[in-house]
């Protein structure tokens, strides 16, 4: 089986949001824990960032 690229996921893991915008798994973790609901779901004791929800967020923000 072939692993599916970051780009075609609906969810990403923290680190690997933070490696597909390159942006620091801190500041990604944190961005998840304030933006529950918005871009971000918990699963468990884990943050999942939905991609398009968080490309959308970076769009719509001039910084982060």
């Known amino acids: 089986m072939s692993e599916i690229s970051y780009r075609e996921r609906y969810t990403l893991s923290i680190k ?3 490696l597909y915008f390159n942006i ?3 500041k990604m973790r944190r961005l ?18 939905i ?6 967020y970076l ?6």
């Open 24 to 26: 620091g798994i801190k």
């Open 16 to 18: 690997e949001a933070a």
């Open 51 to 56: 991609r398009t929800k968080f490309e959308e």
């Open 32 to 49: 998840a824990e304030e933006n529950l609901g918005a871009f971000a779901v918990k699963s468990g004791n884990r943050y999942l960032i």
């Open 59 to 64: 769009c719509n923000n001039s910084t982060i």
